[in-house]
């Protein structure tokens, strides 16, 4: 397999903020987030959407990618993800569509069936079972209205349709072109992938959607990657690894002692003790990394010494560089790292130098497998 040495790097603002931030408090800050990340040399930048979770309050996040416009010049924005089960699909598909031209082409989509149950509840539905099949409805409604040929259907879930010189032979209008810049072929779509056997990464492979995993080590990155690329081979495409996207919490300072010291006082950690843990245990993402350690511990024991050891990549520049370059050895390379992005308000410059040396200082010289 042939070697290459650099990677790009992405942010993924979810965002991780206490429930005690007002919404105005979270809105600034991740859009001045983007604005580092864009001097930065980051190459996506994607928010997270949710309808009910304090510690991740951003319900819209195509509110941030377009305050982003005047803000940034270089960076790629997503939505990740729309939960295409809570929207309208029609609605969706038009605001995508223009959106990107307001962006002028920085911009992909992000597309999931929606994570939380506390979400489904606000939406009328018992739990997340009858999601999925919701999702693909949509979506395919939504290519159906980016086709921009007449047409009225009613689905088992949404309706949707596009007008036609007959929908008023009376007079004419003239109809938006509101479909993505450059045309539908031009937008990109990723699908996010979570569990072990990953429908969503089969989905995403079949349909030639991106795919981007949160990390849960190693056995299921290899898996995401596995499934993605055998269902993608499978309908007649050709796998590329430069596609994948991957999740991790990261922290950089000058020395592994330093970097280790001072992600104990950051927004990071706050986050861990009091949200993300029981997440991490709810969604199982602790089972693979706990297996990567050889640590003899379950996940309710891990401590901040796990933690920073092998949850998070946290270092020096070369030893982040060593532990990415690892994990390439083991799973296979990827396209893009992406940093989980964490309350860094009240104490923001160790937070952003760390974030400035990923892009500068990490992802041009990480050498891995593709
Ligand atoms: C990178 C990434 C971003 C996600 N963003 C959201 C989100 O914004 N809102 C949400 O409810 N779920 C989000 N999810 C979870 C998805 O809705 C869904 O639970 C998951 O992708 C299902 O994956 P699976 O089929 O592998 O189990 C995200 C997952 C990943 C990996």
Same mark, same amino acid.
């Given at each position: 397999? =042939? ?19 007002t *919404?105005?408090?979270? $809105?600034d800050?991740?859009v001045?987030?983007?604005?580092i ?6 190459? @996506? ?7 009910? +979770? ?12 377009a305050?982003?416009a ?9 939505? #990740? =993800? ?7 699909? =029609?609605? %969706?598909?038009?605001r995508?569509?223009? +959106?990107?031209?307001? #962006?002028?082409?920085?911009?992909? !989509? ?5 994570g939380h149950?506390? @979400? =489904?509840?606000l939406?009328?539905?018992?739990? !997340?079972?009858p !999601? ?9 409604? #939504? ?19 596009? *007008?036609? *010189? ?6 004419w209008?003239d109809?938006a @072109? ?8 031009? %937008? ?5 992938? %979570?569990?072990?056997?990953?429908k ?9 959607y991106? *795919?981007?995993? $949160?990390?849960?080590?190693? /056995? ?21 690894r ?8 990261? $922290? ?5 002692e330093e ?6 006082k950051t927004? !990071? ?7 993300l843990?029981?997440?991490y245990?709810?969604f199982?993402?602790? @089972? ?13 024991d891990?401590d ?10 946290c270092?020096?520049?070369e030893?982040?560089?060593?532990? +990415? ?7 296979g ?6 940093a ?7 104490? /923001?410059?160790?937070w952003?130098?760390? +974030?400035?040396r990923l ?12």
């Open positions: 397999m =042939a070697m290459t040495t650099g990677m790009e790097c992405g942010i993924f603002m979810t965002p991780y903020n206490p429930p005690s931030r *919404p105005r408090q979270v $809105f800050w991740a001045n987030i983007a604005q990340a864009d001097e930065a040399g980051y190459v @996506d930048y994607m928010i997270g959407e949710h309808y009910t +979770l304090g510690w991740e309050n951003i319900p819209m996040p195509e509110a941030i990618i305050a982003c005047q803000t940034t010049k270089n960076i790629r924005f997503a939505p #990740m =993800a729309h939960l295409l089960p809570y929207h309208d699909p =029609a609605t %969706l598909a038009i995508i569509g223009w +959106l990107s031209q307001v #962006m002028e082409g920085r911009y992909f !989509l992000g597309v999931a069936p929606g149950k506390t @979400d =489904a509840v939406h009328g539905y018992e739990d !997340l079972s !999601l999925p099949p919701m999702q693909l409805e949509a979506l395919r409604l #939504m290519e159906r209205v980016w086709e921009r040929e007449p047409f009225v259907e009613e689905g088992k879930y949404f309706r949707a349709g596009f *007008p036609g *010189p007959d929908t008023m032979p009376e007079y209008v109809i @072109d509101n479909n993505p810049y450059g045309g539908r072929d031009k %937008l990109e779509i990723a699908v996010t992938g %979570l569990s072990m056997n990953s969503s990464m089969e989905f995403a492979g079949s349909r030639d991106s *795919p981007i995993s $949160f990390f849960g080590g190693t /056995p299921q990155m290899k898996a995401h990657w596995d499934t993605w690329a055998e269902a993608n081979e499978k309908a007649g495409f050709t796998p590329d430069r596609r994948f996207r991957v999740c991790r919490d990261i $922290f950089i300072a000058d020395t592994d970097a280790k010291r001072m992600v104990r927004g !990071l950690m706050q986050t861990w003790h009091k949200y843990k029981e997440i245990v709810k199982g993402l602790f @089972d693979g990394i706990i297996s990567d350690s050889g640590v003899d511990i379950t996940p309710e891990l901040e010494d796990f933690l920073v050891e092998h949850v998070i990549l270092g020096s520049p030893t982040v560089i060593e532990k +990415l370059e690892k994990l390439a050895d083991s799973c390379g990827w396209g893009q790292i992406v989980n992005q964490h309350d860094s308000i009240d104490d /923001p410059k160790p952003e130098e760390s +974030l400035r892009s500068a200082e990490v992802c041009p010289k990480v050498k891995m497998p593709m």
